[in-house]
C-alpha cells in the first residue's frame, strides 16, 4: 500500500515564516501553512481534531499584501503531528477547479513564501 506522500503527484515545498490560510464562514479560523504544491497544502492546528469536513473555501495570506480569495479546496487528511509532546494535527488539502488567475497567484506564492523540501 503506497503512503500519503508516495500519491501525491505534485512536489511539496515547505512553506516560510507567515504563510496563513482561513478557514469558516466567516474565515475566523486562521492556520499556519506547512507546506503547498500546485496540488494542494497542508496546514497545523492545535488542540483535538475538529470537524473540517465541511471545509470547501479557503483564502491564502502571506505577509502584508498577498491575499488569493476563495480557492476551493478538499480535505484529504487530517492526522496527529506525533513527533511534538504538544497535541498539533495537520491537515492536508486538495486543491479544486483553479482559475487562471488562481494558477498565476499560487505560481507566485510557492515562489515567494516557499522552498524546495529536500
Keep these: 500500500m503506497r503512503t500519503f506522500s508516495e ?9 516560510k515564516e507567515r ?16 507546506d503547498v504544491s500546485y496540488g494542494g497544502m497542508g496546514f497545523r492546528y492545535l488542540g483535538k481534531e475538529r470537524r473540517h ?3 470547501d473555501h479557503i483564502d491564502i495570506l502571506y505577509n ?5 480569495r476563495d480557492v476551493e479546496v478538499e480535505l484529504v487528511r487530517d492526522v496527529p503531528m ?3 509532546t504538544i497535541p498539533f494535527r495537520q491537515c492536508g ?3 479544486k477547479k483553479l482559475s ?5 497567484m499560487l505560481e507566485w506564492f510557492i515562489d ?4 524546495a523540501e529536500t
Design 19 to 34: 504563510a496563513l490560510i482561513t478557514v469558516g464562514k466567516g474565515k475566523e479560523n486562521i492556520y499556519n501553512v506547512l
Design 82 to 84: 506525533t513527533s511534538n
Design 64 to 68: 502584508n499584501g498577498f491575499l488569493m
Design 112 to 115: 515567494q513564501v516557499a522552498k
Design 100 to 104: 487562471k488567475d488562481q494558477l498565476e
Design 53 to 55: 469536513s465541511t471545509i
Design 7 to 15: 500519491k501525491r503527484s505534485n512536489r511539496r515545498y515547505r512553506s
Design 93 to 95: 488539502l486538495q486543491f
